[in-house]
């Protein structure tokens, strides 16, 4: 049986440490292939053998984790589970932090007026004649605080070590725990002078403030980086709730509505004009034009008429259309896009793999540090055993390894998201960062660089109108089922042709009709010389158009010559400026055709090219971008057919135009959903843009552990006598992790380069 491959949502993770215990757990288990925890897009991707493991099995060692893992359901929307999954976690978060801080906030504000005022504690009050020990109120408050609302702390804390690993949950509980505990110990056995001097306690009051608000700070803090991480996906999830819950179908020659889930593939459905399109099908009755900008990125509507394609999810604009369904639920376009998103940012970057690197050999190293730190303040330098305390907790509070977990994967999600509002599809966090280190894009031509079908380029009359031109050779072309003769009748579209009389081709020469009893030639010289025409007063001008790399043929009525008609592979809208604009990023652009050198010659001098490689069969293709890399570029294949997916995957990056063959989409790593070109330079922008973003997390996230940590220890007390009070240490570490996220979310703003943008 194959390996299976699929993208699981996986919820209860806190850090990077999370995804790297659940990695390594899984690897070990047997039938997993791979598997690929992502802490900041909470997803799993999976593989494995189906024979040898059961989702079931893989699904408890997870739970057995502390992590849940949202497994598909017979009649169970995924995404709507997920969601569910989230909000309830989000929910719940909001529940501790509210609960926290309406035990904690009385303690931290008697705490804070003492510490800033300098005034005395007041360790006792007496209240209707009862003398009530403050401490015994502080107790009861922090308790619940303490073992309640960080309980999960305690448990995750279990799992990882149980599996010989430690998480950021280890650090939480050590800071917490020791403040905790430190207090109550102290304040229980106050009253004894022997243990305060055995100790060298130098206990002036317990610390509660420092555990309920440590335990409240990271919890606030986990609410608001779930918070904004919900928003990294929102766009997804707003991709997927695009399709209309209801269609309209024919049964029985009746219309009747039913649930879009319901719909099937051969079902006849009806959109009328302002309605979402239900599926994806065909139009077999109508026109009008389709909003596709939900899907493809299209910003202008498109004509549709009967036999062109629609997509699930778009919006027809006017006229009434009536299709058939060619695909249904998860094979759409849409869901397939949600798919390949999906696994996109379940997927790792390289350069996540240094801060997975960091982050696992990260906690050992902040909890030998905290006990260093606590030795040399207690143990060489004479400071009293709470003071010495206190800087070790609040180094084991300050550190975050999760801003580091989060730098990579939080910009993958937004960037990949920006590349699907622009009608591109990036298949993995590897392709995106690779698409700015390209120094060379290499372009098939056929399909690609043109549109890959024969169109009028030139119609020069001859004692005759241009548009009688047009008229007299398409009547005749009907006769034909030439891929020239169809470029000639697409030329004269909007006129009304009527069918020839005694239409019909002579081989290798042309065709020959009547239309009102006037005879009509459409061909090549030999066809005009065989019944008697000489065309040689014409030669100038046919051989300028074939020098051109057109073909040229003749048009004749009666008798004479009324014009000759030249047609080429056209090129691609926007071609041109995509060319342009990557000569201007400084990237080497560069032409692959099957076609003589005359063609290629042409075509590259129209778009702009200055490398062109010609007579290159298929097979050929993937030696040729072989040998460019050789040659130490970094190289860029962008395909549309069949032939082109060798040459795609053997390129540094593949770029597959949507408009292509399933293989080569397949085997793109980037797909242009819209087939326009300048989104070719968008890929590379948004590829550069997302790298900087980060990079920039990256420094954040250095920058905050490097000043944070030494300063938590005490590198600033012999100076200035300042010292970080591990609850503010703690509110600095669990914002640490937000303004990562947050960071993350500017690249929402992303725009399209200029050129891009204009006329889209």
């Known amino acids: 049986m194959a390996n299976q491959k699929i993208v699981y949502k996986i919820k209860g993770m806190h850090c990077a440490s999370c995804a790297i215990l659940i990695n390594k757990t899984l690897e070990r288990t047997k039938g997993v292939k791979s598997a690929n925890a992502n802490y900041g897009s909470e997803k799993l991707l999976l593989e494995y053998d189906p024979a040898e493991a059961k989702i079931?099995?893989?699904?408890?060692?997870?739970?057995?984790?502390?992590?849940?893992?949202?497994?598909?359901?017979?009649?169970?929307?995924?995404?709507?589970?997920?969601?569910?999954?989230?909000?309830?976690?989000?929910?719940?978060?909001?529940?501790?932090?509210?609960?926290?801080?309406?035990?904690?906030?009385?303690?931290?504000?008697?705490?804070?007026?003492?510490?800033?005022?300098?005034?005395?504690?007041?360790?006792?009050?007496?209240?209707?004649?009862?003398?009530?020990?403050?401490?015994?109120?502080?107790?009861?408050?922090?308790?619940?605080?303490?073992?309640?609302?960080?309980?999960?702390?305690?448990?995750?804390?279990?799992?990882?070590?149980?599996?010989?690993?430690?998480?950021?949950?280890?650090?939480?509980?050590?800071?917490?725990?020791?403040?905790?505990?430190?207090?109550?110990?102290?304040?229980?056995?106050?009253?004894?002078?022997?243990?305060?001097?055995?100790?060298?306690?130098?206990?002036?009051?317990?610390y509660w403030e420092s555990s309920a608000a440590l335990i409240s700070f990271i919890i606030l803090g986990r609410y608001f980086e779930a918070k904004s991480r919900g928003k990294i996906g929102e766009a997804?999830?707003?991709?997927?709730?695009?399709?209309?819950?209801?269609?309209?179908?024919?049964?029985?020659?009746?219309?009747?509505?039913?649930?879009?889930?319901?719909?099937?593939?051969?079902?006849?459905?009806?959109?009328?004009?302002?309605?979402?399109?239900?599926?994806?099908?065909?139009?077999?009755?109508?026109?009008?034009?389709?909003?596709?900008?939900?899907?493809?990125?299209?910003?202008?509507?498109?004509?549709?008429?009967?036999?062109?394609?629609?997509?699930?999810?778009?919006?027809?604009?006017?006229?009434?259309?009536?299709?058939?369904?060619?695909?249904?639920?998860?094979?759409?376009?849409?869901?397939?896009?949600?798919?390949?998103?999906e696994e996109a940012q379940a997927t790792r970057a390289p350069i996540q793999d240094v801060a997975d690197k960091i982050s696992e050999y990260f906690v050992p190293a902040v909890v030998v540090f905290a006990l260093v730190t606590f030795s040399l303040w207690y143990f060489i330098f004479g400071l009293n055993f709470a003071a010495s305390l206190l800087f070790a907790v609040a180094v084991l509070v300050v550190s975050c390894p999760c801003a580091l977990g989060l730098a990579t994967p939080t910009a993958l999600m937004v960037g990949t998201t920006k590349g699907v509002e622009s009608g591109i599809l990036i298949k993995g966090g590897e392709a995106l960062e690779k698409a700015h280190k390209i120094t060379a894009v290499a372009f098939d031509k056929t399909g690609t660089l043109t549109k890959g079908e024969p169109a009028v380029t030139d119609a020069i009359p001859y004692g005759a109108s241009k548009e009688d031109l047009i008229f007299y050779a398409a009547i005749a072309e009907k006769a034909s089922e030439h891929?020239?003769?169809?470029?000639?009748?697409?030329?004269?579209?909007?006129?009304?042709?009527?069918?020839?009389?005694?239409?019909?081709?002579?081989?290798?020469?042309?065709?020959?009709?009547?239309?009102?009893?006037?005879?009509?030639?459409?061909?090549?010289?030999?066809?005009?010389?065989?019944?008697?025409?000489?065309?040689?007063?014409?030669?100038?001008?046919?051989?300028?158009l074939q020098n051109e790399a057109k073909t040229v043929v003749y048009a004749a009525l009666d008798k004479k010559i009324i014009g000759i008609i030249a047609m080429a592979d056209t090129l691609k809208e926007y071609a041109k400026e995509a060319v342009s604009e990557l000569k201007r990023m400084q990237k080497e652009v560069i032409m692959i055709t099957g076609d003589n050198e005359k063609t290629a010659e042409a075509i590259a001098k129209q778009i702009g090219v200055t490398k062109a490689y010609a007579k290159v069969l298929p097979e050929k293709k993937q030696e040729l971008i072989a040998s460019l890399q050789k040659e130490g570029k970094v190289v860029a294949m962008v395909g549309d057919g069949i032939n082109d997916a060798p040459a795609l995957?053997?390129?540094?990056?593949?770029?597959?135009?949507?408009?292509?063959?399933?293989?080569?989409?397949?085997?793109?790593?980037?797909?242009?959903?819209?087939?326009?070109?300048?989104?070719?330079?968008?890929?590379?922008?948004?590829?550069?843009?997302?790298?900087?973003?980060?990079?920039?997390?990256f420094f954040w996230a250095f920058i905050y552990n490097i000043v944070a940590i030494p300063i938590a220890a005490g590198a600033l007390y012999p100076i200035w006598g300042f010292a970080l009070r591990p609850e503010i240490a703690g509110f600095a570490m669990a914002f640490s992790s937000v303004s990562v996220v947050a960071n993350s979310l500017l690249l929402r703003k992303y725009k399209e380069p200029k050129f891009a943008r204009e006329e889209k």
Request: with cysteine; net charge neutral.
């Open 56 to 206: 079931e099995d893989i699904h408890a060692l997870v739970k057995k984790l502390g992590y849940t893992l949202i497994l598909p359901k017979e009649g169970v929307n995924e995404e709507e589970a997920a969601e569910k999954a989230r909000l309830d976690e989000l929910k719940s978060l909001k529940k501790r932090t509210i609960i926290s801080f309406a035990l904690a906030t009385p303690i931290i504000i008697y705490y804070m007026a003492v510490h800033m005022l300098n005034l005395q504690h007041v360790h006792a009050v007496t209240l209707g004649g009862y003398f009530i020990d403050l401490n015994w109120v502080y107790l009861i408050m922090t308790t619940p605080i303490q073992f309640g609302v960080g309980w999960p702390f305690y448990r995750n804390t279990w799992t990882a070590l149980r599996a010989g690993s430690a998480s950021m949950d280890v650090l939480v509980v050590l800071g917490t725990t020791s403040a905790y505990l430190y207090s109550v110990v102290g304040f229980l056995f106050s009253w004894s002078y022997l243990w305060a001097q055995t100790f060298w306690i130098g206990l002036d009051h317990p």
């Open 483 to 544: 891929p020239l003769a169809k470029a000639v009748i697409k030329a004269a579209a909007g006129r009304n042709l009527p069918a020839p009389k005694d239409g019909r081709a002579v081989s290798g020469k042309g065709v020959r009709a009547t239309h009102e009893n006037r005879e009509i030639l459409v061909g090549n010289e030999m066809l005009m010389n065989e019944n008697g025409m000489d065309v040689s007063q014409y030669k100038n001008d046919v051989e300028k």
């Open 236 to 341: 997804v999830r707003k991709l997927l709730g695009l399709a209309p819950s209801k269609a309209v179908v024919i049964r029985n020659d009746n219309e009747i509505e039913i649930d879009q889930k319901d719909l099937q593939v051969g079902d006849i459905f009806l959109v009328k004009p302002g309605s979402k399109i239900p599926t994806d099908g065909v139009i077999i009755e109508g026109n009008s034009h389709v909003d596709e900008k939900v899907v493809t990125g299209e910003s202008m509507p498109v004509n549709k008429k009967t036999g062109d394609e629609v997509i699930g999810a778009t919006i027809n604009a006017e006229g009434l259309l009536k299709c058939k369904a060619t695909k249904v639920g998860k094979e759409t376009l849409l869901y397939q896009i949600v798919r390949l998103v």
């Open 649 to 697: 995957a053997k390129s540094d990056l593949g770029i597959a135009v949507g408009s292509g063959t399933d293989v080569a989409i397949e085997t793109g790593e980037i797909i242009l959903i819209k087939d326009d070109l300048r989104d070719v330079v968008t890929a590379i922008d948004l590829s550069k843009k997302t790298l900087r973003k980060i990079w920039e997390n």
